[in-house]
């Protein structure tokens, strides 16, 4: 299973790819993951400490991709939506300050919709100015409290910037990575940007996916846990560290990791939709 990435750039989805083999093992010994069933007609495939249970129905439809972009989209005004179109516009051409207005626009038409907020978030970040892009992107995660897009991510960057943490505009250098082609160079950037700023929980998990060899992508996993990673940077981490434990033929381990955060009610939308498809994966292939 290729490691998961959350996207560091507006996109709808998040996405994956499955492991092209997984390891088998016997789970009848963990109460657990044993098939059970309360009804004798929901498999039960997972049971966390508190009790909350997984079954397969409740993992039938997930695919590891979440629409961000329908959170509060219910009720949205055509002419919102319109705004949002012709903001997003002109932000790509570079015109910020005429993108701002029409966000500004999009959201007063549509006061319960994040998205419009989040894009005015990131347009403050493109220019620089991470005291509004924070507040922004703090009313985004107010608004959407299990998830926004990377809103979560950016909060706790752009904190950790003003506090001191990060060097001023590492957040959004971490950011323009995305737009890099040649992996080798984003590994070497990357290995730079941890060694100059270590409590860097985001660059920890993007490293992870392009070290080489598992005992080096696990070793950043940690580094990144270690540093109090915000939530969808912490659930990102610990799938990936659940693919690899898979992968070395752990599968309990591996199990125990994806049902918990599937079934954790802090989890972020997209961490539980994407520990749901892994696990899935998993079991699937066993």
């Not at 051409?93 to 626009?105: C, D, I, R, V």
Request: with cysteine; net charge negative.
């Amino acid at each position: 299973m290729n490691m998961i990435r959350s996207s560091l750039i507006q996109i709808p989805v998040l996405g994956m790819m499955l492991l092209s083999s997984c390891s088998k093992s016997d789970n009848a010994s963990d109460p657990t993951t044993q098939a059970a069933s309360d009804d004798g007609a929901t498999k039960i495939v997972f049971r966390d400490s508190s009790g909350r249970k997984l079954t397969e129905s409740d993992m039938a439809n997930a695919t590891g991709d979440f629409d961000w972009s329908i959170i509060g989209s219910d009720n949205v005004p055509a002419r919102a939506k319109e705004l949002h179109e012709e903001a997003r516009s002109e932000g790509q051409k570079g015109n910020y300050a005429h993108a701002l207005e029409l966000l500004k626009q999009a959201s007063d038409a549509a006061p319960t919709w994040p998205y419009p907020i989040y894009d005015a978030a990131y347009t403050y970040l493109l220019q620089d100015d991470t005291k509004n892009a924070e507040q922004f992107y703090q009313r985004v995660d107010q608004m959407a409290p299990r998830g926004f897009f990377t809103a979560k991510t950016a909060v706790d960057c752009l904190r950790r910037e003003r506090t001191g943490d990060l060097k001023p505009g590492m957040y959004k250098a971490l950011v323009s990575l995305e737009w890099m082609d040649d992996q080798q160079e984003k590994l070497s950037i990357l290995e730079q940007v941890v060694t100059v700023c270590p409590k860097f929980p985001a660059a920890w998990k993007e490293l992870g996916v392009f070290r080489k060899d598992d005992a080096s992508k696990l070793d950043a996993i940690e580094h990144g846990m270690s540093e109090n990673p915000d939530d969808e940077t912490k659930g990102i981490l610990l799938i990936n560290k659940a693919a690899i434990l898979n992968r070395q033929g752990n599968r309990d381990a591996a199990t125990k990791i994806l049902g918990d955060l599937a079934l954790d009610p802090e989890s972020t939308l997209g961490t539980e939709s994407m520990a749901k498809f892994t696990l899935r994966s998993i079991l699937q292939h066993k």
